[in-house]
């Protein structure tokens, strides 16, 4: 059984910059994509950034953060990390990660197998 752990959520400032981190314990994880997706209130779930099994090479990003975030993995430590920079109000939500039963990234919520508790992200205007 695969535990994830989000953190690193805080409030912070329009134009500012976070790192997300989510530690796995308890399985493998270094085989599979990984992803963050997010929740804003009153809200769907919505994918934001996957990537690749092993090594990571291949990423996807939704269109309204491609450019400003960065998703990336350190299997050797376990662990998944997303870069925000440029934050803009509209990033405000808790923020997932996921791991998928999949090497090959995708963004579907059904495709993930395994969640973290979430942390949230305020961004202030």
């Known amino acids: 059984q695969v535990e994830l752990v989000e953190s690193g959520g805080r409030l912070v400032q329009s134009g500012g910059s976070l790192r997300l981190s989510c530690a796995a314990s308890?399985?493998?994880?270094?085989?599979?994509?990984l992803a963050w997706f997010r929740q804003a209130p009153g809200k769907e779930r919505e994918f934001v950034a996957s990537i690749g099994g092993w090594s990571g090479g291949r990423t996807d990003y939704v269109d309204s953060v491609r450019g400003r975030f960065v998703i990336s993995r350190d299997n050797a430590e376990g662990t998944m990390y997303l870069q925000m920079n440029s934050l803009k109000p509209e990033d405000t939500a808790v923020y997932y990660c996921?791991?998928?039963?999949?090497?090959?990234?995708?963004?579907?919520?059904?495709?993930?197998?395994?969640w973290g508790q979430g942390t949230q992200v305020t961004v202030s205007s």
């Open positions: 308890g399985g493998t994880f270094s085989t599979y994509s």
């Open positions: 996921a791991l998928s039963r999949y090497k090959v990234p995708t963004r579907a919520p059904r495709d993930y197998n395994y």
